[in-house]
């Protein structure tokens, strides 16, 4: 799909929507296209968002920043951490404020109006729970103006999802202040229903890297999602290898897809963009790898926290 192709799709699907609205087309340097979504406008709090497509990229990117009051950067962490793995963010306190730049995206081989509202719901979500967290007023740094966002019934303590996942049973919350709520007019909270199950609420992931020698504890590593977007072609399908004896599916690629690497190396190019519904076997778990095959025997490194088989 060319990128005008891309963005009809995406600006059709959001007319289409009744919570979602195009707020305004925008110029960032560097991008296919930008425009301003808002998010949630059926409900008491709607949040403003930004779609974009990096010029030449695979995949389409929702964003948004949000400026706390006050030093926040151990409780955005926390919060972040506890997200869907294709979340992600950068946390910088500067002077007195804490400012958070959100972040996921879609691949274009798995675009689709499904993938892309189930994104930009997830994201939304994320950016309710981080304006609850200052307390106060929140600024957005996406369009350089003040939005006085309430949270829409934040769940504190949130439910998880059922994504199995190993972890110890700990459930530290991010402060909300209980000055700055709105509540729901429903008599129902609202749960999270993407919070991977075993993760505690608030307590960061470990981060993978490798290391040629066998190691007792689990190593700190970078985070491979987290790392500055380099574009890579699109790969459909990886290239055929010997398939191993006794293949059989144990999981599948989520909505999202995933990308592989050739050795658990986050410093290594990635070397396929596995599509979305794939089947695959886990073969190996190294720390926070997972080392998959797929039905033609190729193989490759994936991170295994995504399908919760690794910690």
């Given amino acids: 799909m060319t990128p005008d192709e891309v963005k009809q799709s995406i600006t059709t699907w959001c007319s289409s929507d009744d919570d979602l609205e195009i707020a305004s087309d925008r110029f960032e340097p560097g991008t296919d296209f930008s425009f301003g979504l808002k998010a949630g406008t059926l ?26 009051t006050g030093d926040n950067v151990d409780a955005a962490n926390q919060l972040i951490a506890s997200r ?12 007195a ?10 691949y274009l081989d798995g675009l689709s109006k499904h993938t892309f ?12 729970l981080l304006d609850a967290i200052g307390g106060v007023e929140t600024a957005s740094a996406v369009d350089q103006e003040a939005a006085g966002v309430a949270s829409d019934a934040v769940d504190a303590d949130a439910e998880r999802d ?14 909300v202040a209980a000055s700055t709520f709105q509540p729901s007019p429903s008599p129902s909270i609202p749960q999270p229903s993407s919070i991977p199950s075993g993760i505690p609420v608030g307590q960061p992931l470990p981060t993978p890297s490798f290391t040629p020698q066998p190691v007792q504890a689990q190593p700190a590593y970078t985070q491979p999602m987290q790392q500055p977007y380099q574009a890579q072609p699109v790969q459909a399908q990886p290239a055929p290898q010997q398939a191993a004896g006794g293949w059989a599916p144990s999981h599948s690629v ?12 986050p410093s290594g190019p990635v070397v396929a963009n596995l599509a979305p519904g794939l089947p695959i076997q886990v073969a190996e778990v190294r720390g926070a790898w997972a080392r998959v095959i797929c039905s033609n025997g190729w193989t490759g490194w994936i991170d295994g926290r995504i399908i919760g088989v690794a910690a």
Avoid: F, M, N
């Fill in 162 to 175: 059922s994504t199995p996942y190993v972890g110890t049973p700990v459930t530290p919350t991010p402060a």
């Fill in 97 to 106: 404020d804490t400012t958070v730049v959100a972040q996921t995206y879609v």
């Fill in 43 to 68: 409900s008491t709090a709607p949040v403003d968002l930004i779609v974009l497509k990096a010029d030449g990229a695979d995949r389409v990117t929702i964003r948004r920043s949000v400026t706390l």
């Fill in 84 to 95: 869907p793995g294709s979340v992600t963010a950068s946390v910088e306190h500067s002077g």
């Fill in 117 to 128: 509202v189930q994104a930009v719901a997830e994201l939304a979500r994320t950016s309710t």
């Fill in 254 to 265: 989520p909505p999202q897809g995933l990308r592989a690497w050739g050795a658990p190396d």
